[in-house]
């Protein structure tokens, strides 16, 4: 992971600085399967310098950006960067304080405390992923104050207060910039910084499907990477929903191409049957249409 | 043939796509003989306006209008920018080759005419090119073509001045003043034959005026190339269902009349593609809080604008005239409602294997293997309830106004007191678009009063105003919400609804009811109570039964209006 970061360029004090921390916190054994390792990179210095300087002086982020900006391949990156066990937790409508922290359960005859994800978090030095976290009403998560900010607790009533490790940090990630979004108040604000997401430049896209796609003909991979563009612009100005701008779709559907689906079929599978309305498949299918011709071949496609 | 607003969608869809540019307004747009959106031409128009300045070829375009050979002169002009558009675009769209070798072979096909006029010769002539194929022209023909077929490395201005030169030199074109006839407005650009051999029966129908054949389908020229030219004065609403130019006509009359909006034209289509769908294809949207729009009104506007201020005082007139009357309402009301909120609405502990510890019951814990010695509360606190109304707002409620607006002010004003959040919106439907008056928001609660700007237009199409105010509903985060609805049961709509292929039906009487009755159960599918109070008369009440069931009620007379409706809404809170 280091290595990509390098050739990235990252600046090589903040290198310096995240393989002092990896040294400096051990990872315990029974989370080490936690320790994430990526099956994507994200393509970015500034960003990556951003996260990794605010992760390092300890505070924790927010990372805010519209779909297919990679904010989960950041947050997941920079666990595996940091080398930290990661917990995931989503964050929905009734998201309370009890499904965070723990909650009180009867087991073999006493009441004890059934830990919940931040808590466990908190205690082995694990980056906590707080993913969609505007889903959560505000008032829930007003339990997490003092975890996220310089006290760095939980106080759970009726049990000892539990101090966070050190090496203990939060990246929530947050939806933003489409219709439809809720906002997340000032109090939790204030105790993130903020990274706010850029769309992933056309270079970055084909960087990554090269990446991804050792063999992918280069005209090809400028064709893929400009579709999602044309996507994108297509849900920046509101012709169609957000549905088809599916970054996940799109390299599922090269996989599929990869393993020999003519490339009309398989964008058919991956982007436009995302879409549950007929017209915006047919606004879909045409983006296709007009980038790419019907017969196209894994022989096409890939150089091999 | 009428071509539908998804193709016409479609269209400029595929040009703003190739051009790049989503506030590009395309004033021409190609269909093919069918009524579908032409892939190849629509992204040529598109690649156009990316590579070349737009504002001069629509100038040169417009030079043409008005003299003998337009329509010479517009084919023979689009195919040298074609040329020039194609070569340049190609390089960053693979795809576009075949695109235009598909569109060539298109134009092949077609049998050959004895004596075809010079653009359908040139233009047949080049796409056999295309195809790498023979194309038989005379000397001088073939000099013109390749003069025309344009190359990348020209600019625009190298272009225009090579186009007019050579209309100048072969076809008698007179720039500016000389050889243009003036013609009639009626009269100009509608009909003109173009490529004969690609035009099929006798002739576009009368609906399609300002798409004429172009190539071997249809152009439409929304507005004769060009902001500029546009001249609204002659707009009439008929139009609005075949021209872009018409539809903008058409929105700033709703907005001058009814107010500014309140969503911007993205946000508004955004909604319009949402909501817009199945029975209400095509329809438009308004949202707006009636304030009056800065440009200056004229005509209907006017009239319209001054009817609803005098309304304005006849509703608080009629309101204030029956005062003692009204405010001991609003006390029933709001008394009953309170109760009902106090014994309904308490949160409540269950017994869970999780939660708060319960001291008394750990016994069952050791002894009966019952786990269950905590408490988990329920919420359900007053905080959690919203409520929506919705007036509707048509012609046939007119001689009701003040009794409808003093109901929906006693609603308000008694939930306002309780502390439920209230929103109050009133709707109508005129000339395709549904408008929706937003009279106050949740947090409004002074602005009670606003509802007595409640004035009648046009139709109603309950189906499409229920499924927004039950959209809007969804994106609060209230636990329950209640939507009440003031109307008369009787949906009427001028947009007619599609009920098989090319079958429509009016929207009214029994397909409006069940449209709106389906619009109802759909709230209900989400959680969302619909009640009704009934405003009608005697003959409506089978319809309102279909659509709300048991949950609505008559008020016969005002005086028992807080009784007749306390006790409909309670049985909603009840219910919750």
Redesign the interface.
Known sequence: MLDFLRSEGVSPAILSEIEHYRNFYSVGDAVKSRVPSPSYDYYGREVWEQAAAALLAGENLLLVGPKATGKNVLAEGLAAAFGRPEWDISFYINTDA?SLIG????EN?R?TL?RGPITRCAEEGGFGILDEINMA?NESLAVLHATLDFRRIIDVP?YDRISLSDATRFIATMNYGY??TREINEALASRFMVINMPIISEDNLKKLLTRQFPTLKP?YAD?FA?LFQ?IR??C??????TKALDLRGLLAAIRLMRGGLPAAQALQMGIVNKCF?E??R??VA??I?????GDLTTAQLFAD | MEISE?EK??AV??I???A?D?DFDPDFKVYDAEGR?E?YWN?IIGAVHRHYDWDKTAAMFRSFRGTENQLTYENLAWLGLENAAFLREKR?????P??REHFARTVAALPAEAEPPVQDRLVRAHFLRALGQPAPLSPEDAAMLDALEFGPEMDTDQMIARTLTLFTDRLGYHPAGEGQKEEPEKERGFFLPFFRWGRKGKGAPPELRPVRSFGIGLGEHTDEYGGEALDQSHIRVSFAKYTAQTDEGLRRYIVSCFGKPMYDQ??T??LE??YC?GNHRDCHLHFTRGEPDELPVKGYAVVQRRAAEEQEKRNRAYYEENLARNRAAIDRLTSRLRNTMLTQLETTAVKS?????VGGR?WR??YLND?K??EKDLRGDAGNLSVDILLDASTSQIHRQEIVSTQGYLIAESLTRCGLPVRVYSFFSMSGYTVMNLFRDYGETGDNANIFRYVTNGCNRDGLAIRLAVGQLK?T?CEHKLLIILSDAKPNDVLKVETGRNIYRDYTEDTGVADTAAEVHQARLNDISVVCVFTGNDEDLPAARKIYGQDFSRIRHLSQFADTVGALIQNQIRNL
Request: glycine share 8%; with cysteine.
């Open positions: 009890a909650t009180d359960t009867f005859g009441v059934r009403k009726g219709a439809g005209e064709q400009g044309d612009k297509k920046d100005s509101a012709e169609i929903s309305e017209f915006e047919q606004l045409d983006l249409t007009v980038r790419l011709t | 998804n969608r479609r869809n595929l703003w796509n190739a790049r989503y959106a892939l992204c960053d769209r693979p795809a576009l075949y695109l993205r946000q289509r955004e593609r949402s769908t294997s999780a939660g708060r510890l750990i814990g050791v786990n010695i905590f994106k985060d």
